[in-house]
């Protein structure tokens, strides 16, 4: 079973923000499957079928620092064999999006949650890129929304992280980082 956790805050206060481009990504994925959500006492899932591989996707409803939780509760009824999680990432610019497999929670605590949670870090993260702020508080920016401009470029974002998830499970982490690794084709890098 692959297990695709998106990272976000529950409500329609943190919808469009920053920190839930993860909810974003996964919702995104329910759509093109046409997988429906349903809900536990702390988290959403949603899950089907995609040719051979079962697929189950994740929406924690605990809050980000405590995302761990959610999966906890899942593992009590599911055998996870492989675990995606789908993140917002300030260390990345606007749009860039990187994946890779194992390595420490990088500051971001819905990550160290799960990290905390599963006691190991060896899972594929899937990290779109929402750039900082100069001068504002980094709790104020990731929960604000994105402006118009910025959304223009997250979308494309969230549909190629989208297709990277795909790439992944279809053909393994390294095939999808030689692919996905890339620099954003609107900055011109």
């Known amino acids: 079973m692959w297990l695709v956790v998106g990272l976000g805050n529950p409500g329609s206060r943190y919808a469009k923000s920053r920190h839930n481009v993860g909810f974003m990504v996964v919702d995104e994925i329910a759509n093109r499957l046409s997988f429906t959500w349903r809900g536990k006492k702390n988290y959403l899932y949603a899950d089907g079928k995609r040719g051979e591989d079962y697929i189950m996707l994740l929406k924690p409803l605990t809050y980000m620092n405590r995302s761990g939780e959610a999966l906890r509760a899942l593992q009590k009824n599911y055998d996870i064999d492989r675990l995606i999680v789908v993140h917002d990432d300030l260390d990345l610019p606007l749009g860039l999006l990187r994946l890779k497999k194992g390595g420490s929670s990088g500051g971001h605590k819905g990550v160290k949650s799960i990290i905390d949670t599963i006691g190991s870090g060896d899972f594929i ?65």
């Open 125 to 189: 993260r899937v990290r779109l890129g929402i750039g900082r702020a100069a001068g504002m508080n980094v709790s104020d920016y990731v929960l604000t929304p994105f402006s118009p401009d910025e959304f223009v470029v997250i979308k494309d974002t969230i549909n190629r992280a989208a297709d990277a998830v795909f790439s992944i499970i279809d053909y393994g982490i390294e095939k999808a980082q030689n692919v996905y690794n890339t620099k954003r084709k609107e900055s011109g890098e």
